[in-house]
């Protein structure tokens, strides 16, 4: 094994801090062709689907049972949501604007010598390349930020699963951070209440305001899973914040895959259920979705708005996910600075210029070999 190293390393080049945002990702492109393999390194990833004890089984029975019609369903499902500008996956266009602004805004803030990249858990930019990006702007000091509010080990773990996998293949490792979660964070729960109240000043109050998070399998959580505990804290703290009473809202789990029971109530046979109990109007918020994606543009506000409609609702609303609003980032820049406190350069400690001279004479004199 040839690990990765930089053989004509500059002695005198200050080192950077390096923060990585990172999302789950998205297929290149809208087409079965492209969601083959962004399926394929998705599902076999053993920390989203647990696989039982025969993992070549499950291996077989994805590449010839499930990547052959799931990609045409999904591929169309995407074409449906796919933007006209940028790259065309939303979640993608919506990080890269996410990674812009907290750029922007925290370039002031930090001290000393900052870093970023964007880098996706499946698909593109990968995490690895993301990384390799860093580790050649001189990163050695690196935080990592998955932008999964709810820790869940199919979406954070395996995020460590692939940083880790990329930097045991390095020779100099950087000092290491990643942020576990951030579900409670004070400005994570104000940026919500904000844009609920945002859209109920301009679209009205709704019989019961529904908290969609992604789902698990259920036996993930009977494993010790924190997530759907960590969704019940996020509801409860915006519901508190917005002063509304426990039955004026919901926790519900979309998005299931496969046939065995996920962790419940389910979004989708709520929303069928409701107009018969007199809900009539609801509005959909999606708290564990940093951006929005296809699961919140066509699952909620296209597939499950039509459910609650046949079933005999009147008003459904979607509240967008917090995306680059203003008070989302500055909670994501409270949270960077927040984890890079207490790292010596971080702090301040800018190399001087004596310091810095005596570095290139250092270098001068090694023949600028490590
Ligand atoms: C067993 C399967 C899955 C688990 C477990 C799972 C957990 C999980 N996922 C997210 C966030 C997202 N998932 C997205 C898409 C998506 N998810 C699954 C399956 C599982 N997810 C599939 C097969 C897909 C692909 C789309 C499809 O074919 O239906 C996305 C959207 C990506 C996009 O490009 O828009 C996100 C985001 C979380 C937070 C989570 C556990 C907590
Ligand atoms: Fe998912
Ligand atoms: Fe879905």
Known sequence: ???????????????????????????DAPTPEALKPYLKEFLEDPRVVEPPPARWLWK????LLIIP?????????????????????????ISQRQLDKLKAQLSSQLQGRVEFALGMRYGNPSIASALRELKARNVQRLLVLPLYPQYAA???????DAVSAELQRWRWVPELRFVNHYHDHPGYI?????????????????????????????????????????????????????????????????????????????????????????????????????????????EIDEENREY????????????????????????????????ARGWPEAEGAVPSEEELAARQQRAKTLGARN
């Open 154 to 160: 199919a979406t954070t773990g395996s995020t460590f």
């Open 190 to 298: 104000d940026a919500l209440a904000n844009s609920i109240r945002d859209y109920q000043a301009e679209h009205g109050t709704p019989d019961k305001l529904i908290f969609s998070y992604h789902g698990i399998p259920k036996r993930y959580w009977d494993n010790g899973d924190p997530y759907p505990c960590t969704c019940h804290a996020t509801t409860r703290m915006v519901a508190e914040k917005l002063g509304l009473a426990p039955d004026q809202v919901m926790t519900t789990f979309q998005s299931r895959f496969g046939k065995e029971e996920w962790v419940k109530p389910y979004t989708d046979e709520t929303l069928k259920a409701l107009p018969a109990q007199g809900i009539k109007h609801v509005q959909v918020i999606c708290p564990g979705f940093s951006a929005d994606c296809l699961e919140t543009i066509e």
């Open 69 to 93: 019609k799931r990609k045409h369903s999904s591929a169309e499902a995407y074409a449906s949501v796919w933007d006209s500008e940028g790259p065309g996956a939303p979640l993608l266009n």
């Open 1 to 27: 094994m040839q690990y990765l190293g930089q053989t004509d390393y500059n002695h005198a080049e200050p080192p950077a801090l390096g923060i990585l945002i990172t999302n789950l990702g998205t297929p």
């Open 308 to 339: 609650f409609m046949e079933a005999g609702g009147e008003r459904f609303g979607y509240i967008p996910a917090l995306n680059d609003r203003d008070d989302h980032i500055a909670a994501l820049a409270d949270l960077v600075q927040q984890h």
């Open 60 to 63: 077989l029975i994805l590449n």
